[in-house]
């Protein structure tokens, strides 16, 4: 396993992610761009996020395969699609997640040397590609789970869905 200098804040995230949890929910539900997200379904979404971030070290590192991060990720977007989530809804909660995380490592870090900078950049490069893996499968899973419903409750045949959904570009398929 390769151990980075920024090691140290990911520890950090993942020793307070209950903390940032709460602050990413508390917006989640007074944000009007994510006016879906009820007491219904926030646990959800809590409890996933909770995961996520309690084992960051694991999501952020460079030996996490693509297909880690897409089995997941795929599947929360499934998840969010059958909760009635809008699609840009759950995309602005992953964004405000990452915000929320990235705001608590900068006030609860001080930093005065170059190398304390350093470890700030690695971990923004490392959180922001992971974010953006988990954010590509997310939208995977969910249009995957879009043509799904749209086959079943239009009663399209195959060729009639892929001229709107392009069935290949699936994760699962």
């Known amino acids: 396993m390769i151990h980075l200098i920024s090691d ?4 950090l995230v993942e020793k ?20 879906s997200y009820s007491i219904k379904n926030i646990k959800y979404v809590e409890a996933k996020a909770q995961s996520m971030l309690e ?8 030996e996490t395969t693509k297909e880690e991060i897409g089995k997941r990720f795929a599947q929360e977007g499934k998840d969010l699609f059958d909760m009635n989530i ?27 040397s170059a190398l304390q900078l350093h470890q700030m950049m690695e971990l ?35 060729e009639d869905a892929n001229k709107i959904f392009f069935e290949h570009s699936f994760y699962n398929k």
């Open 8 to 11: 140290k804040l990911v520890e």
């Open 16 to 35: 307070h992610s209950k903390i940032i949890i709460k602050r990413w929910t508390a917006r989640l539900v007074t944000d009007p761009t994510t006016s």
């Open 55 to 62: 084992g960051l070290g694991r999501w952020v590192s460079y």
């Open 86 to 112: 809008p699609l840009c809804e759950a995309l602005r909660a992953m964004y405000t997640l990452r915000r929320t995380l990235w705001l608590f490592v900068e006030n609860e870090s001080l930093f005065d």
């Open 124 to 158: 923004s490069d490392r959180v922001i590609l992971f974010f953006d893996r988990a954010e590509y499968y997310i939208i995977r899973g969910y249009m995957e789970e879009m043509h799904k419903k749209m086959k079943d409750i239009c009663k399209l045949n195959p």
